[in-house]
């Protein structure tokens, strides 16, 4: 259907992305150890031999604490960068054509019916129109982003298979291995 290749494009654009926060993230770090080298020099010099050691523990606070703050903007820049590769997936998804989507919709409503007997399907406003004369009672949904909903006749039985809720699935597969492809770890 053609997510594996959505996929594939935005974790390309991600990657590089990733690669100029991490740079920009690096380039930061450094200045801030170069600046909390060159406090502790100056202040080194003023004081004493046996203030020596407190000046080193005092460059190790420094030091620690710029890490430290380094590392809470770096997770906060990828927390953002995945939300927004899924966002991208999510726009891509409401803007796919409506040959594609009518191509979504029927083959979603085949693996539905293969689960079960179908008698109603929901979907969303912009896609009702792909099941007229399937025989089956459609509602519309517009809180869907597309894909369809589909239940038994009794209504005991119902299966999800809109963008939503398969983009939901994919995210929860593949958010680790998209953070491992986006920063390496």
């Known amino acids: 259907m053609g997510l594996e290749k959505v996929k594939q494009e935005i974790l390309e654009k991600a990657q590089k992305e990733a690669d100029e926060i991490v740079a920009a993230a690096t380039a930061e770090a450094k200045a801030i150890m170069k600046s909390a080298e060159k406090q502790m020099q100056d202040y080194g ?30 997770l906060t820049a990828k927390n953002r ?5 899924f966002a991208e997936v999510k726009q891509k998804l409401k803007t796919r054509s409506d040959k594609n989507r009518e191509a979504d919709v029927k083959a979603l409503l085949k693996v539905a019916s293969q689960e079960m007997d179908v008698a109603v399907v929901q979907c969303s406003g912009r896609d009702m129109g792909f ?29 999800d298979y809109s963008y939503d809720s398969l983009l939901g699935q994919v995210r929860s597969k593949v958010l680790s291995d998209v953070a491992r492809k986006l920063f390496g770890k």
Do not use: F, H, T
Request: hydrophobic letters at 40%.
């Open 131 to 159: 099941l007229e004369g399937s025989g089956l009672k459609i509602a519309r949904n517009d809180a869907m982003l597309g894909g369809v909903v589909a239940e038994s006749p009794d209504g005991r039985l119902r299966v």
């Open 45 to 74: 010099k003023m004081v004493a031999e046996d203030e020596d050691k407190k000046s080193e523990l005092m460059k190790r606070r420094e030091v620690a604490s710029a890490e430290l703050e380094l590392q809470k903007q770096m």
């Open 81 to 85: 960068l995945i939300e927004s590769v």
